[in-house]
């Protein structure tokens, strides 16, 4: 079965930082990458599928990128609303595993 | 506007049985495969099960196979999760989920306790 990492598990970072999630998978995946943030005590929510496309309504300061193994995600300057856990997720086949998640809080 | 309401959660002992159901509105269910994720607490995202739109194509996680069963009832906008033999580390929250490509969003969620 296929694998997903993430690195790093969690990251501090000041407000207006630039901020990159990876995201492997053990296997090609083509672009079925989707990305999830979840706030706390929150449902998870969508971000980007099919590793680049912006969910609607999505701030432009997130992105998405990769293919095959290797994915990002990018958060362009960061803000205070987006502390969050990120978890990244395969979706061409099953099983579709998450990744195991990034913290990303404020310095 | 779309929604998913999960229900059917509760406090069961081991070995007992659940059944959860997901009411979808808004959306041509119909036209969606759907999964079942959980979130044991303070743990990660974990996906549990996929149906297709049908319901001719179903998996799995190696985690709950031989003791969950998935189904779906099209004519009632309907996604079911059959949850037997059921152990600790089966508690957690549990989202009714649409395909990433569709840009739903996911329900609440229902929690389920197994304790004795």
């Known amino acids: 079965d296929i694998q997903m990492t993430q690195s790093p598990s969690s990251l501090s970072a000041s407000v207006g930082d630039r901020v990159t999630i990876t995201c492997r998978a053990s296997?090609?995946?083509?672009?079925?990458l989707a990305w999830y943030q979840q706030k706390p005590g929150k449902v998870p929510k969508l971000l980007i599928y099919?590793?680049?496309t912006l969910q609607s309504g999505v701030p432009s300061r997130f992105s998405g990128s990769g293919s095959g193994t290797d994915f990002t995600l990018t958060i362009s300057s960061l803000q205070p609303e987006d502390v969050a856990t990120y978890y990244c997720?395969?979706?061409?086949?099953?099983?579709?595993?998450f990744g195991p998640g990034t913290k990303v809080d404020i310095k | 506007e779309v929604q998913l309401v999960e229900s059917g959660g509760g406090l069961v002992q081991p070995g007992g049985s659940l059944r959860l159901s997901c009411a979808a509105s808004?959306?041509?269910?119909?036209?969606?495969?759907m999964n079942w994720v959980r979130q044991a607490p303070g743990k990660g995202l974990e996906w549990v099960s996929y149906?297709?739109?049908?319901?001719?194509?179903?998996y799995y996680a190696d985690s709950v196979k031989g003791r969950f069963t998935i189904s779906r009832d099209n004519a009632k906008n309907s996604l079911y999760l059959q949850m037997n033999s059921l152990r600790a580390e089966d508690t957690a929250v549990y989202y009714c989920?649409?395909?990433?490509?569709?840009?739903?969003?996911w329900g609440q969620g229902t929690l389920v306790t197994v304790s004795s």
């Open positions: 997720q395969k979706y061409n086949s099953a099983p579709r595993p």
């Open positions: 099919a590793a680049s």
């Open positions: 296997q090609g995946i083509s672009n079925y």
């Open positions: 149906i297709s739109s049908s319901g001719s194509t179903i």
């Open positions: 808004g959306f041509t269910f119909s036209s969606y495969e």
């Open positions: 989920a649409p395909p990433a490509y569709s840009g739903y969003g």
